[in-house]
C-alpha cells in the first residue's frame, strides 16, 4: 500500500508561482511514475504533469511552459513548480504515483488563482 502527502497549495494572485510537493510513502518500487492531475468544479480529472524515476517528463499543453515537475527518488518526493498562474489554473490538485501494476492517490490540495 502507498501513501502520498501533498503540501504547498493556496491562493495566489494571477502571473504568481506556487510549489506543490508530496511525498510517497510505503510499498514503493524503484521504477514508477509520479505526477499531478488537477480537476475544477464540474470537470474531469484531468493530467497535469508526469515524471518517470528515471526522469522523463510530460505535459499537458495549457501548463508547458510555465509548470515543471521534478522528483527526489531518494526522497520518494515530486514537486510541482507552478510559474505564471492563471485564474483557468484553479483547481485541486491531485498527486499520483503508479508503482507495481497499482495506482495511489494523494487526498488533494487546493489551488485558488484570483484574476
Known amino acids: 500500500q502507498v501513501q502520498l502527502v501533498e503540501s504547498g497549495g493556496g491562493l495566489v494572485q494571477a502571473g504568481g508561482s506556487l510549489r506543490l510537493s508530496c511525498a510517497a510513502s510505503g510499498s514503493i518500487f524503484s521504477i514508477n511514475i509520479m505526477g499531478w492531475f488537477r480537476q475544477a468544479p464540474g470537470n474531469e480529472r484531468e493530467l497535469v504533469a508526469g515524471?518517470?524515476?528515471?526522469?522523463?517528463?510530460n505535459y499537458a499543453d495549457a501548463v508547458k511552459g510555465r509548470f515543471t515537475i521534478s522528483r527526489d527518488n531518494a526522497k520518494n518526493t515530486v514537486y510541482l513548480q507552478m510559474n505564471r498562474l492563471k485564474p483557468e489554473d484553479t483547481a485541486v490538485y491531485y498527486c499520483?504515483?503508479?508503482?507495481?501494476?497499482?495506482?495511489?492517490w494523494g487526498q488533494g490540495t487546493q489551488v485558488t488563482v484570483s484574476s
Open positions: 499520483t504515483i503508479v508503482t507495481g501494476g497499482t495506482r495511489a
Open positions: 515524471i518517470s524515476s528515471g526522469g522523463s517528463t
